[in-house]
């Protein structure tokens, strides 16, 4: 299987199975639409009125030689690949939910404002300690654990998770374990005593703003309904100056009322944020703000925009990186994870204040997905194994389709969010990661030019 596109010019070729990339003429182009299903000399004869005959089967003759070579053409053979086949139940990382209470309200919250539709509720250091030990005990051989402290808001329980870091870093040489550590947090609590903190402690951490003063403060807003933008911003920039080298990334939402969002990134790179994400809001259709099918050609636009400004900036002091514009494109990740994605409900878990495990944070709240509880000690193998078993050669949908080794057959709370099934994708998730996806190759092959 191939997938081909061209934009402004540039003609690109990914070989899906291989995962090899090739930038070709118009002429190489043009004969990948006839050939190898037809002969040389019959895809010569097809594209006569706009090439030389010979020149075609020339090129048809470099043609052959990647395919003799898999890269063009290549057979899929992943779903026989022992790695894949003799995967074990392992959990990897870990959501926890430190905060089920948050300081501010965003019109588009998916977990209600903080307390997923639930009481408002804080964990307990000794719940904390029980989820990293559960954690552990579970992770089989893998010595890379990774825990992201999250909400609601981190930081209004932001001593248990100092605690917390202490216990995880207490378990790491009797357990030969490393535990790496991110915090989401809206930055409205930020000072500088926890701006150090999190500096010295966070391997990464991810910083929620939605872009421009009036986009950022139309959604996320105080409790008494204030915006965030002038109070989040300064705090912000301090806490990257300070950061030095350490990831990070600045994370917003691009809903109906900003659907020309490429201004919001530019504008967070521009207020010097190197690392930016700027995710698509996923609602049902009656809310105002939910993204429709009609808005996909603005959103095509605003990506081809970005990766425009992005090829522009590049080598310059004012470049940035775009989270969903960042490909690997050296064979890379893993065989599982290329087939299986984030691992939700059996790689990767999240653990609410109470203790109760489910698949992921957009599960939680959904007692049909509860998987058990770190302080009952249960664990449900079923529920597990239906999750693992959500992978690519299970999706019809991903089968035939050309962007499945990228996006791994897509987010899995979307999927059952809108078609009450795991493993059916979210249709205008998946048109607008393929537009990502093009937008990512058009900018590595514009790399290549220089």
């Not at 959501?95 to 509720?121: M, P, T, V, W």
């Not at 535990?179 to 391997?203: A, C, P, Q, S, W």
């Not at 999750?387 to 050309?402: D, G, I, L």
């Amino acid at each position: 299987m191939i997938h081909k596109f061209e934009k402004n010019g540039v003609y690109v070729v990914l070989d899906v199975n291989s995962g090899a990339v090739h930038v070709v003429d118009e002429m190489i182009f043009d004969i990948l639409d006839h050939f190898p299903e037809n002969q040389a000399s019959e895809t010569a004869e097809l594209l006569a009125n706009k090439y030389d005959k010979e020149e075609v089967i020339s090129a048809i003759g470099e043609l052959q030689y990647l395919i003799d070579h898999e890269q063009l053409f290549s057979e899929d053979g992943y779903i026989e690949n022992l790695e894949f086949q003799n995967r074990k139940p392992v959990i990897k990382a870990m959501c926890l939910h430190i905060a089920h209470d948050c300081n501010i309200r965003c019109k588009y919250c998916f977990a209600s404002q903080g307390d997923f539709e639930g009481d408002r509720s804080l964990m307990s250091l000794e719940v904390g300690k029980k989820a990293l030990k559960f954690l552990v005990d579970n992770s089989g051989n893998r010595r890379n654990l990774e825990v992201d402290f999250f909400g609601g808001e981190p930081l209004m329980n932001f001593e248990v998770v100092k605690e917390l870091v202490k216990y995880g870093r207490s378990l790491e040489e009797e357990h030969n374990k490393l535990f790496r550590f991110t915090i989401t947090t809206n930055g409205v609590l930020l000072d500088d005593d926890k701006i150090y903190y999190i500096n010295e402690h966070m391997d990464n951490v991810v910083l929620s703003i939605d872009g421009t003063r009036e986009v950022n403060d139309l959604m996320r807003y105080t409790v008494n309904g204030g915006g965030t933008y002038d109070i989040i911003v300064p705090k912000f920039k301090k806490l990257v100056e300070k950061r030095g080298n350490k990831n990070y990334y600045v994370r917003g939402t691009f809903t109906r009322f900003n659907t020309n969002f490429a201004k919001d990134v530019i504008h967070m790179a521009d207020l010097g944020f190197k690392s930016t994400s700027v995710e698509p809001v996923v609602a049902e259709g009656h809310h105002d703000y939910a993204l429709r099918e009609e808005d996909l050609e603005t959103i095509y636009e605003q990506y081809d925009l970005l990766a425009e400004e992005l090829v522009s900036r590049r080598g310059k002091e004012n470049d940035f990186s775009f989270f969903h514009f960042i490909v690997d494109l050296s064979q890379g990740p893993c065989v599982v994870k290329r087939l299986t994605g984030c691992g939700a409900g059996s790689e990767y878990v999240a653990i609410t204040p109470d203790g109760d495990i489910y698949p992921c944070h957009q599960f939680v709240g959904n007692e049909d997905f509860r998987i058990g509880s770190v302080v009952e000690g249960t664990y449900n193998n079923h529920l597990s194994t239906e999750f693992k078993n959500a992978h690519v050669y299970n999706k019809e949908k991903c089968k035939t389709c050309w962007a499945k080794f990228y996006c791994s057959g897509g987010c899995h709370a979307n999927a059952f969010n809108f078609n009450n099934d795991i493993n059916i994708p979210y249709d205008l998730g998946c048109d607008m990661e393929k537009k990502r996806l093009e937008a990512s190759l058009y900018i590595q092959a514009k790399l290549m030019e220089e």
